[in-house]
């Protein structure tokens, strides 16, 4: 079942009742508001306004049934996720799989990764873009075990040069660039949340990556899987700024466009799923990996 995601931007207090998200706010004409949410319903909560207040039992309730917890800063920027320690009951089992996998399976590994991500890139050019997509294909098909070739950086250098040449004459992908890198920041880190729920609740370790090894990085597995998933957010933020909305600011409707990115459509074996859901199925076939049942990840193809 999709899980939704719920937002909020305003002063709130979030707290539990019977198994029920209990938000409490005051309207625009200073009447106390309550309404209710099913906790079993939602997938991921994202946190906005520092005037937010939860009850222990809530955030308790919460983890227990493995909702993503995002809080945003004060620039209105997702910089902190709060999950389960324990997400699975083979958690242990699974983790000892995780960690005792070989160098060259983890390597195969992100070599399929890789693959697909330079091809669901290339197919956001084909759909929105005049680019050529020869080298594409060509670096997609060539990728080695654990890409020594770094074919993925060199994609990603061509990928970002074509996609938005038609929008913004001098973009440059980065963390602190010009828009509309923001809105790809915010959609990242939705995203990121996704993927690292499903790995959780696969009984995954979201900080042990397969490739990205960041000492400081505390979601190493959840950035190596979100690759080939970054082209579907790419497309839903093209798609928002070629409809002739001005994106200069991120504002309430942009993070409402941008936080249906969990219900993405997406193409999994051959059948459509939203992206929430593909995204437990790749990491329930990453699970399988380590266990040694399989030896490719499942990944959305555009």
Avoid at 76 to 96: A, D, V, W
Avoid at 172 to 180: I, M, N, Q
Avoid at 214 to 231: F, S, V
Wanted: charged share 20%; net charge neutral.
């Amino acid at each position: 079942m999709i899980k939704r995601t719920l937002f909020f931007a305003n002063p709130t207090y979030l707290s539990l009742r019977l198994g029920q998200l209990v938000i409490q706010r005051t309207n625009a004409s200073g009447e106390e508001v309550v309404v209710t949410r099913a906790i079993e319903d939602i997938g991921v909560i994202v946190l906005e306004h520092p005037q937010i207040t939860l009850s222990h039992a809530l955030m308790g309730y919460l983890t227990d049934h493995n909702v993503a917890l995002v809080i945003c800063n004060e620039k209105h920027m997702p910089t902190g996720m709060m999950l389960p320690l324990s997400g699975n009951t083979l958690q242990n089992e699974r983790f000892r799989d995780q960690v005792n996998a070989s160098l060259p399976l983890k390597k195969q590994l992100w070599q399929q990764t890789v693959r697909c991500k330079i091809a669901n890139q290339a197919e956001v050019l084909r759909l929105c873009t005049d680019a050529p997509t020869g080298c594409m294909d060509k670096w997609a098909k060539d990728v080695r075990s654990g890409d020594p070739d770094n074919l993925e950086g060199r994609a990603a250098a061509y990928y970002w040069k074509q996609l938005f040449s038609e929008d913004y004459e001098h973009f440059v992908r980065g963390r602190f660039e010009d828009p509309p890198n923001h809105l790809l920041n915010y959609g990242y880190a939705i995203l990121r949340a996704v993927i690292a729920r499903a790995l959780v609740s696969t009984g995954l370790l979201p900080t042990l990556g397969i490739h990205h090894h960041n000492r400081y990085n505390a979601y190493c597995l959840a950035d190596d899987i979100i690759e080939p998933y970054r082209p579907y957010l790419d497309l839903h933020v093209l798609k928002l700024i070629r409809s002739g909305v001005d994106c200069t600011t991120l504002t309430t409707e942009i993070k409402t466009y941008l936080l249906q990115t969990p219900t993405l459509d997406v193409q999994i074996e051959g059948k459509r799923s939203p992206l929430m859901i593909a995204a437990t199925l790749t990491a329930a076939s990453l699970q399988r990996c380590f266990a040694g049942e399989q030896r490719k990840i499942l990944y959305p193809q555009l």
